[in-house]
């Protein structure tokens, strides 16, 4: 995918997330990693069905805009719930979850881009 459509995507899912009540969003610059991505989202929820419900508008941002997701997770009760699209992959957390998976402090060597 191209760098200007990642970017627009990537502001397409920061916005409604920051709409529709997630905590703490954070983007990570993955670009100079060895991860084949090129951003992390991460964001905290608090509950089941409001990490179930982003889910679903995210995977809508994606679909609307014609990516092909690698793979999702698609059940329920989750303390870390991803979707990765390739050059975007948004990771949502529980509390709990967030502070035991610690995805900031190991990937800590890496640009962080204001929300």
Wanted: net charge negative; glycine share 4%; with cysteine.
């Amino acid at each position: 995918m191209e760098l200007d459509k990642v970017k627009t995507v990537l502001k397409q899912v920061i916005s409604l997330l920051d709409d529709k009540d997630a905590k703490d969003i954070k983007i990570i610059d993955m670009k100079e990693s060895s991860l084949i991505v090129d951003y992390f989202v991460i964001c905290t929820v608090d509950s089941d069905a409001l990490m179930s419900a982003l889910r679903d508008y995210v995977l809508k941002i994606f679909k609307d805009n014609k990516i092909d997701l690698i793979t999702y997770d698609k059940g329920k009760n989750y303390d870390w719930m991803i979707i990765d699209a390739g050059s975007i992959v948004v990771h949502f957390f529980t509390k709990e979850g967030r502070e035991f998976y610690d995805l900031e402090g190991l990937w800590s060597e890496f640009d962080r881009i204001e929300v």
